[in-house]
C-alpha cells in the first residue's frame, strides 16, 4: 500500500450519490412550485427583487451541482463563468440594443465555449489541483475585465449599467415582479432539464466518471469528453445566470465578481447537499440570507458567524439540505404507518 | 544591467517570502494532503500576535519567540479541534472547512485590531546593504533568515528521530503506525510546525505590504504558485520555487510593457496553470501514480 495508491482510493473529492436521490418527490416539488409562484405576489417590491437573486444563485449553484456533484469535478472558479455571461449579457444589451430575453441563449452558448475550453487542460488535474487551477481563474477573473484593452466594450473598472426591462404587453405589474417571473420559468426549464440531463445516457457517464474514472472508461465512456462536456454545461448554466444577475441588479462591474462569489457558490453547494440538486435552492437562501442574519448578530463578526456556521454544517450534517430533507422524510413516513 | 540585478534581487528577497508560505502550505500538504486555503490568515493572525506584544514593551525578537511558540501551540490546537474529526471526510468537506476557517480568523483579527494598515519594525533597519546600493538590510535580512529556517527543517527532518517519524507518516503511514509511530500527532505536529513557518513569514513581509487583516492574500496566491512550481511535495522544491517566482513577478513586471501592478496577480495564476498542465509533479515532486 503506497501513498500513491491512497490517493487513487481513499482521497474521493465527493461522496457519492445514488442518482435516485438527486431529485424532489413529485408532491414535494409541486408543493416548492407553488410557494415561489404565489409568495411574491404579496410581499414588497425589494424582497421580491431577493427572491429574484436567490432563484439567480440558485441556477449558478445548481450549475456547480451538475459539475462536482455529478461529474465530481471541482471548481472554485464559478464566479468567472458567471461574470463572463453578465457582461454578455450587458454588452449585447447597451451596446447593440439586443432583447434581454435574447441574450441569455447567447451568454449561455458563449460561456458553455469558455467552459468547455477551459476544461481542456482541467482534463490533466483532479481533486485539489482542480480546485487551485479553478481559484486561479476566480481571482484573475476581475482583473481581465478591467484591462484597458476592453474597456470600450466592458466600460473599465466602472462597469455598465444596465436598463430594466419593462413587463410586455402591458401587463399590470411591476418591473421587479415581471423579471421574478421571468426568472422562475428560465429557471424552472433549467432544472427540468438538468434533472433529466442527469437521468440521460451522458448524466449516467458524469457518474460513472465520478464514482471511479477508470473503472468508466474500461467501462467505454470517453472520459475526456463527458469530463469537459460537464465542464461546458455548468459554465452554460452559469452565465445564464450571470446574465440574468445583470439584468436584475442593473449594473456589471468587475469587482461585483471576485473569488468572494465563487466562495459563496461553492459554499452554498455544500449546504444544499453535493449532488442533490433540489438543494440548491436551500445552499443560494443560505448564501443571501445568512451573512444578513450574520450581520444583525453582531457586526464586524459577521465572518466568524459565517464560518462558525458552516463548521456547524460540516460537522453536525455534512450532507447538507440532503441529509435534513432525508431525515424528515423519514420521519413522516414513520408518522404514515403509525 | 543594473536594473536587471536590482529587479532579480529584490525578487530574491519577496521570493523568500513566498518560500516561507510555500514551505507553510507543503507541510500541512504533505501530512493531510490538503491545501489549507487559510495559511495566509493564520500567518497574518500570528504576526498580529507579535505586533500586539510589541506593544505591550515585549523587545523585538522576544516577541518573534513567543510569536513562534502561540503560533505552534495554536496550528496544534485547530488540527485537534477542527481538522482531526474531517480526516476522513471528502476532499470537499475539507475546503470548505478551510474557508470556514479563512472566514473566522479573517473577522476575528478586523474585530481585535480593526482593519486600519498599520507600521510594522523590522529588526535589520532598511539602510543599504553592505554599502550596496542593491538590497536593503531588510531584504537581506529575510533572505537570510529563509536560508537559515531551510537548513534548520533539513537538519531537522534528516537527523533526528521525529523529523524521521514525521517523514515517515507523511510517506506510508500503514506502515509508520505499525512500527509504533503516532501519525495522528505526526500530523498534528505539522500543522504546528506551518503555523510556526507562516508566522516567520508574516513577521517578514508585514515591513514591506505593512499590516491589516487582507495583507496576505496576495502573498498566499504566490506562495501557491511556488509550492506548485516545486512539487508539492517537496520542502526543498518549495523553497526554490518561492524565489523563482519572486524573480520571475519582478522581471516580467519590469520588462514586458503592459505589465503593472494590476496584472501581476494574473500572472502568477497563469503560471499556477501552466505549471499544472504541463508537469503537474512540479520541478522537484515525486509524480502521483494511479494503480488500477
Given amino acids: ?338 | 544591467m543594473e536594473l536587471f540585478i536590482n529587479q532579480v534581487l529584490a525578487g530574491i528577497a519577496t521570493g523568500a517570502i513566498y518560500a516561507c508560505m510555500a514551505l507553510a502550505v507543503v507541510m500541512i500538504y504533505q501530512a493531510i494532503d490538503h491545501l489549507n486555503f487559510a495559511q495566509g490568515e493564520m500567518a497574518m493572525f500570528s504576526t498580529f500576535i507579535a505586533w500586539q506584544l510589541m506593544q505591550w514593551g515585549v523587545p523585538y525578537w522576544w516577541a518573534f519567540l513567543l510569536t513562534l511558540v502561540f503560533s505552534f501551540a495554536g496550528g496544534i490546537a485547530i488540527e485537534r479541534l477542527l481538522f482531526k474529526p474531517l480526516a476522513k471526510a471528502p476532499v470537499l468537506t475539507n475546503v470548505a472547512g478551510f474557508i470556514a476557517l479563512f472566514a473566522i480568523v479573517n473577522s476575528v483579527a478586523g474585530l481585535t485590531w480593526d482593519f486600519t494598515i498599520k507600521q510594522f519594525p523590522t529588526p535589520f533597519g532598511s539602510s543599504p546593504f553592505l554599502g550596496s546600493q542593491l538590497i536593503s538590510t531588510h531584504q537581506a535580512g529575510m533572505i537570510g533568515v529563509t536560508l537559515g529556517l531551510l537548513i534548520l527543517l533539513y537538519l531537522f527532518f534528516q537527523f533526528t528521530r521525529i523529523g524521521l517519524a514525521m517523514r515517515a507518516a507523511a510517506a506510508l503511514p500503514e506502515s509508520a503506525r505499525l512500527v509504533g509511530i503516532n501519525t495522528s500527532w505526526m500530523i498534528a505536529l505539522g500543522w504546528g510546525m506551518a503555523a510556526a513557518i507562516g508566522a516567520i513569514a508574516g513577521i517578514l513581509i508585514a515591513p514591506v505590504v505593512f499590516l491589516e487583516p487582507n495583507m496576505m492574500g496576495g502573498v498566499l496566491i504566490y506562495g501557491f504558485a511556488a509550492a506548485v512550481l516545486g512539487g508539492l511535495s517537496s520542502p526543498l522544491g518549495a523553497v526554490v520555487g518561492g524565489f523563482l517566482v519572486g524573480v520571475f513577478e519582478n522581471l516580467v513586471g519590469t520588462y514586458i510593457p503592459g505589465v503593472g501592478n494590476e496584472l501581476k496577480l494574473p500572472i502568477a495564476l497563469a503560471l499556477i496553470i501552466t505549471v499544472l498542465v504541463l508537469k503537474p509533479a512540479g520541478l522537484f515532486g515525486r509524480p502521483i501514480v494511479k494503480r488500477v
Fill in chain 1, 1 to 338: 500500500m503506497s501513498a500513491a495508491d491512497e490517493v487513487a482510493n481513499e482521497a474521493r473529492p465527493v461522496e457519492a450519490t445514488p442518482k435516485r436521490a438527486m431529485t424532489l418527490g413529485i408532491g414535494a416539488s409541486l408543493v416548492m412550485l407553488a410557494l415561489l409562484i404565489i409568495g411574491p405576489m404579496f410581499v414588497k417590491n425589494f424582497i421580491v427583487f431577493q427572491l429574484t437573486m436567490l432563484l439567480i444563485y440558485a441556477l449558478a449553484v445548481l450549475a456547480l451541482n451538475i459539475l462536482t456533484g455529478g461529474s465530481g469535478q471541482f471548481s472554485l472558479g464559478q464566479s468567472a463563468f458567471y461574470a463572463v455571461g453578465a457582461y454578455t449579457s450587458a454588452i449585447l444589451i447597451e451596446h447593440f440594443g439586443v432583447n434581454y430575453a435574447l441574450t441569455l441563449p447567447v451568454a449561455g452558448i458563449i460561456c458553455f465555449a469558455f467552459g468547455y475550453l477551459f476544461g481542456q487542460p482541467a482534463l490533466r488535474l483532479s481533486g485539489i489541483y482542480l480546485a487551485l487551477a479553478t481559484f486561479a481563474l476566480a481571482v484573475a477573473m476581475p482583473q481581465l475585465l478591467k484591462l484597458g484593452v476592453f474597456e470600450h466594450w466592458t466600460g473599465g473598472v466602472q462597469g455598465l449599467v444596465v436598463t430594466k426591462p419593462d413587463a410586455p404587453f402591458g401587463l399590470p405589474i411591476s418591473q421587479d415582479r415581471w423579471l421574478y417571473y421571468f426568472t422562475l420559468v428560465v429557471a424552472i426549464g433549467i432544472y427540468i432539464a438538468s434533472v433529466n440531463l442527469l437521468k440521460s445516457r451522458s448524466g449516467r457517464a458524469f457518474m460513472a466518471i465520478r464514482d471511479n474514472e477508470i473503472a468508466a472508461s474500461a467501462m467505454g465512456v470517453d472520459v475526456a469528453l463527458y469530463k469537459t462536456l460537464a465542464f461546458g454545461i455548468s459554465a452554460g448554466i452559469t452565465g445564464v445566470a450571470g446574465g440574468l444577475g445583470a439584468i436584475a441588479v442593473q449594473f456589471v462591474a468587475p469587482d461585483s465578481y471576485t473569488i468572494t462569489l465563487a466562495i459563496a457558490l461553492f459554499l452554498g453547494m455544500v449546504v444544499g447537499g453535493v449532488g442533490w440538486l433540489p438543494g440548491s435552492i436551500v445552499g443560494s437562501a443560505f448564501i443571501i440570507f445568512v451573512p444578513n442574519i450574520a450581520e444583525e448578530v453582531s457586526k464586524g463578526l459577521s465572518g466568524a458567524v459565517f464560518g462558525v456556521l458552516l463548521f456547524l454544517v460540516i460537522f453536525l450534517v455534512p450532507h447538507g439540505a440532503r441529509q435534513v430533507a432525508m431525515v424528515a422524510q423519514g420521519m413522516l413516513g414513520k408518522l404514515r404507518k403509525g
